[in-house]
């Protein structure tokens, strides 16, 4: 059973919004820190944006920042992706993660979701 689910993911025009969401299946994750990673075709995963476990620190790539907002709602085992502003450089498959820490470094998370795609047209 995947630990965690991604969705909200598709396809939308430059400069438009969408807003991925992560439930936890089978556990509770409300104690952990929670990442969202995006990988592109040929690319290796990289970090996006981190939400310590209580939600009062975030952290965010310098490529998203001031256009991505995450945030997480412990009572309903979630975590959110504001995405705006978006990119055709945004295009890839989105993966969230938990771990012990807000960390960027992928190794650094012990569960992960399958991804969900977005894809970013000109």
């Known amino acids: 059973q995947v630990p965690l689910v991604e969705s909200g993911g598709g396809l939308v025009q430059a400069g438009g919004s969408l807003r991925l969401s992560c439930v936890a299946s089978g556990r509770t994750f409300s104690s952990y820190a929670r990442g969202w990673f995006r990988q592109a075709p040929g690319k290796e995963r990289e970090f996006v944006a981190a939400i310590s476990w209580r939600g009062d620190s975030t952290y965010y790539a310098d490529s998203v920042k001031g256009r991505f907002t995450i945030s997480r709602d412990n009572a309903k085992n979630t975590v959110y992706l504001q995405m705006n502003s978006l990119k055709p450089g945004d295009t890839a498959l989105y993966y969230c993660?938990?771990?012990?820490?807000?960390?960027?470094?992928?190794?650094?998370?012990?569960?992960w979701g399958q991804g969900t795609q977005v894809t970013v047209s000109s």
């Open positions: 993660a938990a771990g012990s820490s807000p960390s960027n470094y992928v190794r650094s998370y012990d569960y």
